[in-house]
């Protein structure tokens, strides 16, 4: 598993050029294995990079590393993260939506993370570009259903525990057998404290206070 964050001073060729770019761009590649490689993927933001004008000053790659690890678990994708909390870019560039998360939630709350500093987001496979009207309103879609998928997970785990509970099925953690919690009682009433109890019983400090004080 390697994962690097390069940055880089890139001007860019071939793009109409001003004395102060109009943007700054990072760019963030990843694979799911070692055999598999980024270099198609930074080549096709690079070139893209040049047609926009944008100056490149950042590159992020995670190799070996699934889209469905959380972020403390990608390293460069947590490094440019951190990047774009400083405000070091003006747009983040990735190949495909599924390189950034497997997730319509975690996309959504990275897109919010990034544009509450004001910064921008291009995905080449899907021709998503949110520096432009069309790309800003297709996202803002996108958190709609974000919210419908939250609010249907919600209900199917309720639907789930109250057909649970209409079974028979005891929800929370499971009680105690009745004679330990008469030897908790027993224990409190001689003075010994919650953790002593706990320790001589072998259950937790938590059993031992919710028995004390039912």
């Known amino acids: 598993m390697q994962d690097y964050a390069v940055p880089v001073n890139e001007t860019t060729e071939g793009a109409v050029m001003t004395k102060q770019p109009k943007k700054t761009a990072a760019l963030y590649a990843r694979v799911s294995t070692d055999q598999q490689t980024t270099e198609n993927q930074l080549k096709e933001l690079r070139a893209v990079a040049r047609r926009m004008g944008w100056k490149l000053d950042g590159v992020y790659v995670d190799k070996g590393i699934s889209g ?21 870019y003006d747009v983040i560039m990735a190949w495909s939506v599924d390189r950034l998360g497997r997730s319509l939630q975690h996309l959504v709350s990275f897109l919010g993370e990034i ?12 021709g998503i570009d949110t520096t432009t009207p069309a790309g800003k309103a297709l996202f803002q879609m996108c958190g709609v259903f974000a919210e419908f998928e939250r609010a249907m997970i919600q209900e199917r785990v309720k639907a789930g525990l109250a057909r649970a509970v209409s079974q ?32 001589d019983l072998g259950v937790g400090v938590g059993t031992v206070q919710r028995v004390l004080a039912a």
Not at 71 to 83: C, G, H, I, S
């Open 68 to 88: 469905a690890k959380g972020r403390e678990q990608r390293p460069a994708f947590n490094k440019l993260l951190k990047a774009a909390a400083r405000r070091e």
């Open 115 to 126: 544009h509450a500093k004001g910064i921008d987001l291009y995905l080449h496979q899907q």
């Open 168 to 199: 028979g099925t005891r929800l929370g953690r499971p009680r105690v057998a009745q004679s330990v919690e008469r030897a908790i009682r027993k224990a409190g009433k001689s003075g010994k404290g919650k953790k002593r109890i706990a320790r």
